[in-house]
């Protein structure tokens, strides 16, 4: 296998592992954009989602956003907002948020809106007000659809983000790049396998983080 | 804007010929993914042990970032479209089986009874019961799968002239015209938002028995990117 083979030589050459350039410097800067970008949108899709769906009203209005959300091209979005803002973080963060604020918003709404109505019942016949029945019936029962969204949000965010180097910014991305402009297929491989990696390790977080989370009944019960 | 529509002839494109290549770009994967996902997902409906093999490594497949998979499969098919479409037509697999899935399934089992009494057999009751009734869920994943595949071709840019509308974003840059920048995104988005109803449109015209307007929407299953990445 031929991409073993360059996968092989990027990781046992000691360069890549030091210096600004080094494999800890580049996955420091895309865990650190992954996490920002996600943390915005979270910000945004989260409450939106979990207030809309707890009152059912607004599904056609989010149905739009998203649409129009997941309409816009990142890669095209990261370029006009560099032409026109120049170089910074920003003009990365804007088309990575409007990546993931669809998924997180939607999956939310109808993560909410999938809650069996007889236990919300139950809950407001003992008594529960709107914000006890939103935080302690609907969203621990909603908890692993909303989870779902926000992985699948943090996957497209990890993926993404290595076009941030098409714009001079750094990340894994970076490898990719730079590796097709000097025709180093090595270091395209690697930087390629590296994202990869990364994105099964985002998998991975949101397995454990449902397992710590999501309480054992409900679970049992998907 | 001036020179909105000029575009540099490195391209080797008009306009409307980068608009129809995008358009065949981001469409045939989609096709091909739903021409694997259909026996796919039925092969998971009757096999159930199968399904959540299928969902983990079309989920795996899924995380691989869309720039990474170009690039790794330049060393095979070259700087083509098919290195482009390829990666689109597998993340279609982690939407659409899921979506194809639930809806069969969903499918009430009177209803089945149904159809087995009237004298249908196992494949005319897939296809003339089952899956006229899973067509709204199998459209909803079919919206998702197209408006994402639109906005990824332009990715291919970055791997060497193969985004069709990408490679004027790619332009814009080169030759610093914004112009041609904001020209590829509202492009895009409007081909994403025609694609968007064009489908709802099919999913009207393939679905009379159901009402039009938000009571359809609540009939739909919940969105299949949540079962499914």
Not at chain 2, 49 to 72: H, Q
Not at chain 2, 101 to 106: I, L, P, Q, T
Request: net charge neutral; proline share 6%.
């Amino acid at each position: 296998m031929n991409v073993l083979n360059f996968i092989n030589a990027f990781f046992s050459d000691s360069a890549h592992w030091q210096g600004y350039d080094g494999i800890p410097t580049r996955l420091g800067e895309h865990v650190q954009y992954t996490l920002e970008a996600l943390a915005i949108a979270a910000a945004i899709g989260l409450p939106v989602g979990l207030v809309t769906g707890h009152y059912g009203r607004g599904g056609n209005a989010l149905a739009l956003i998203a649409v129009a959300g997941r309409a816009l091209p990142t890669f095209g979005l990261l370029v006009l907002m560099t032409l026109s803002l120049g170089f910074g973080l920003i003009n990365v963060m804007i088309p990575l948020v409007v990546l993931a604020v669809p998924p997180i918003l939607v999956t939310t709404y109808e993560a909410m809106r999938s809650v069996d109505p007889a236990p919300v019942d139950a809950a407001r016949g003992m008594g529960m007000h709107d914000v006890e029945v939103l935080f302690r019936v609907e969203l621990p029962v909603a908890l692993p659809l909303i989870l779902g969204g926000l992985r699948s949000a943090a996957i497209q965010i990890v993926s993404t983000a290595t076009i941030a180097a098409y714009v001079s910014l750094g990340g894994l991305g970076r490898y990719i790049v730079d590796g097709l402009y000097q025709r180093n297929y090595e270091k395209v491989v690697g930087g390629a396998a590296l994202v990869a990696l990364m994105a099964l390790a985002t998998l991975a977080v949101f397995w454990g983080i449902t397992r710590l989370t999501v309480s054992r009944g409900v679970l049992r019960s998907n | 804007m001036d020179g909105f529509f000029d575009i540099p002839s490195d391209l080797q494109h008009s306009w409307l010929g980068l608009v129809g290549l995008h358009v065949r770009e981001a469409m045939l994967p989609v096709l091909a993914g739903l021409l694997i996902s259909l026996p796919l997902a039925q092969l998971c409906v009757r096999f159930r042990w199968l399904y959540p093999p299928v969902l983990w490594v079309t989920t795996v497949l899924y995380a691989i970032p869309s720039l990474a998979f170009f690039v790794v499969l330049i060393d095979y098919t070259g700087q083509t479209e098919l290195t482009v479409m390829i990666p689109l037509t597998v993340y279609t697999l982690v939407i659409l089986v899921p979506a194809i899935v639930d809806g069969v399934r969903s499918v009430p089992q009177e209803t089945i009874a149904a159809a087995t009494a009237m004298g249908f057999g196992p494949v005319r009751r897939y296809v003339q019961v089952q899956l006229p009734i899973a067509v709204p869920a199998i459209i909803a994943g079919l919206r998702v799968a197209t408006v994402s595949s639109i906005s990824l071709v332009s990715v291919g840019a970055l791997i060497g002239n193969q985004g069709a509308l990408g490679n004027l974003v790619n332009d814009a840059n080169i030759y610093n015209r914004p112009e041609l920048a904001v020209n590829a995104v509202i492009t895009m988005a409007a081909l994403a938002i025609l694609a968007d109803g064009l489908l709802v449109v099919v999913r009207m015209l393939l679905t009379p028995w159901m009402p039009s307007g938000a009571r359809a929407r609540r009939a739909e299953r919940p969105e299949p990117e949540v079962a499914a990445r």
